[in-house]
């Protein structure tokens, strides 16, 4: 049975430093057998921000046709899912947030609606992965996405003890990330680990 992972490049700026990390633990990842491999940029995902009408509480769904018609399910049918955002003005970048935000579905079915987000079966095994990159050299710099990344994964059922984290900092100018001494190694090292584990899981 194939592993399937959905990852999102959150940067508006293509090709950039955080999707450039994101790529590196892709490729890793793809090294292993009956792996597939969804990537999506976000700036091409026609995903709106959250209306914050509070349909879904209602609902079970989003009153939105957009992007997220496609990836709704997608997010649900994932084994890995891989967020990769910059940071901006010390948050996650808009096109991430705007994701994130649109989350509200599932938290309105898990806490509202109290309905399962994922079948019991599959529960803990899942994984997320958080991706990024600061032109900052401040320790802090990747305090202030924490919150939102945890909230992301939390609300499909991937747990604090599920989510794995890179985070690489004073990489500012395009391509600077291409010269940091340890993110390439790192990124390939994060994107096994996460596959080894993973099919640890749905063997068990």
């Excluded at 924490?146 to 900092?169: A, E, G, Q, T, W």
Aim: proline share 5%.
């Amino acid at each position: 049975m194939p592993i399937k992972v959905l990852a999102f490049a959150g940067s508006p700026r293509r090709g950039g430093n955080s999707e450039t990390l994101l790529d590196w633990v892709l490729a890793a990842m793809a090294e292993e057998p009956d792996v597939i491999i969804e990537k999506v940029a976000l700036t091409d995902a026609n995903i709106n921000p959250c209306m914050g009408c509070n349909a879904c509480e209602v609902l079970n769904k989003c009153v939105q046709r957009d992007g997220m018609d496609i990836y709704h399910d997608k997010l649900i049918e994932a084994d890995v899912i891989v967020l990769s955002s910059p940071i901006f003005c010390m948050g996650i970048a808009s096109q991430a947030k705007a994701l994130i935000d649109r989350m509200q579905v599932f938290r309105s079915r898990k806490y509202v609606l109290k309905l399962p987000v994922v079948p019991p079966e599959r529960k803990g095994k899942r994984l997320g992965v958080f991706l990024s990159t600061a032109g900052q050299n401040w320790d802090h710099v990747f305090n202030a996405a924490i919150p939102s990344v945890k909230c992301f994964f939390h609300v499909i059922d991937v747990h604090d003890r599920d989510i794995s984290y890179l985070m690489v900092n004073n990489v500012d100018e395009k391509g600077a990330i291409l010269n940091h001494p340890t993110a390439k190694a790192d990124a390939e090292r994060l994107g096994r680990s996460v596959m080894a584990e993973i099919r640890k899981r749905l063997t068990a």
